[in-house]
């Protein structure tokens, strides 16, 4: 299992493969000790064996899209 260190991922990094609008890999949280879902088993990247958060943050789903780099598509 990775280190907490390794799993704290900048909220603007670049995708990782696994990064999905519903989860990311590990945590993008700015601070993990204050998320509502920190260290609850599979469902915080650190308490998961696949080190998978499969409850972001709600600013999430946009900022994917935006490294995706489909914010502004269909948008002048």
């Keep these: 299992m990775k280190s907490?260190?390794?799993l704290k991922i900048k909220f603007k990094a670049p995708l990782n493969e696994?990064?999905?609008?519903?989860?990311t890999y590990?945590?993008?949280?700015?601070?993990?000790?204050?998320c509502?879902?920190?260290?609850?088993e599979n469902i915080c990247a650190f308490a998961s064996?696949?080190?998978i958060c499969k409850k972001?943050?709600?600013a999430w789903k946009?900022?994917?899209?935006?490294?995706?780099?489909?914010e502004n598509n269909g948008k002048i």
């Excluded at 590990?26 to 204050?34: K, L, Q």
């Excluded at 509502?36 to 609850?40: E, I, K, V």
């Excluded at 946009?62 to 489909?70: D, F, N, P, S, V």
């Design 4 to 6: 907490e260190k390794e």
């Design 62 to 70: 946009r900022q994917y899209k935006k490294l995706k780099g489909e």
């Design 36 to 40: 509502g879902n920190a260290y609850l």
């Design 49 to 51: 064996q696949d080190c």
């Design 26 to 34: 590990g945590c993008r949280a700015n601070n993990p000790d204050i």
């Design 56 to 58: 972001p943050s709600s």
């Design 18 to 23: 696994l990064d999905t609008e519903t989860q």
